[in-house]
C-alpha cells in the first residue's frame, strides 16, 4: 500500500487519541488521530480559532467525557466524526480532516501523505 504508515488501531487511546510531528521548522507538520471502536479519524493538529495544537497535553484529544474533541486551550469542543465545532471561539468552524485507511492488518496509514515527510 503507498502513502505512510502512522500505527496499528490498538495503539491509539481511545481515551485520548494519538498525536504525531512530522518534520521541522517551516516543514512542522501535526495531525493526530482519535479512534471510536474500529473507526479512526485523523485531523490536522491546529485549532481554526489560533491555529495552535488542541492538546496541551500529549495525546490527550478528547474531552473527559470522550465525547468530543477539545482543543485544551480554550475549551472548544469538536464533533470526532467531521471535525466540526460545536462550542468555543471557533464555533462553526472545522478541523481540517486527514483522510485514512485502515489495513486488513490493522495499520492506519495516511494515503496521501507528503513524499517528504520525516
Ligand atoms: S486555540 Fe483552540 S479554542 Fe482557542
Request: aromatic share 6%.
Given at each position: 500500500m503507498s502513502g505512510r504508515r502512522l500505527c496499528r488501531?490498538?495503539?491509539?487511546?481511545?481515551?485520548g487519541g494519538k498525536g504525531f510531528v512530522f518534520g521541522e521548522g517551516t516543514d512542522r507538520r501535526e495531525i493526530f488521530l482519535v479512534r471510536v471502536g474500529n473507526r479512526v479519524y485523523g485531523y490536522e493538529?491546529?485549532?481554526?480559532?489560533?491555529?495552535?495544537?488542541?492538546?496541551?497535553?500529549?495525546?490527550?484529544?478528547?474531552?473527559a467525557e470522550g465525547t468530543h474533541i477539545i482543543c485544551?486551550?480554550?475549551?472548544a469542543l469538536f464533533e470526532?466524526?467531521?471535525?466540526?465545532?460545536?462550542?468555543?471561539?471557533?464555533?462553526?468552524d472545522s478541523l481540517t480532516p486527514i483522510a485514512l485507511a485502515l489495513e486488513d492488518d490493522g495499520w492506519v496509514t495516511w494515503p496521501d501523505a507528503p513524499a517528504d515527510l520525516s
Open positions: 488501531i490498538a495503539e491509539i487511546d481511545e481515551d493538529n491546529a485549532c481554526p480559532h489560533l491555529g495552535s495544537p488542541l492538546d496541551f497535553h500529549p495525546d490527550r484529544f478528547l474531552n485544551a486551550t480554550h475549551g470526532i466524526a467531521d471535525g466540526y465545532c460545536i462550542s468555543g471561539p471557533c464555533a462553526g
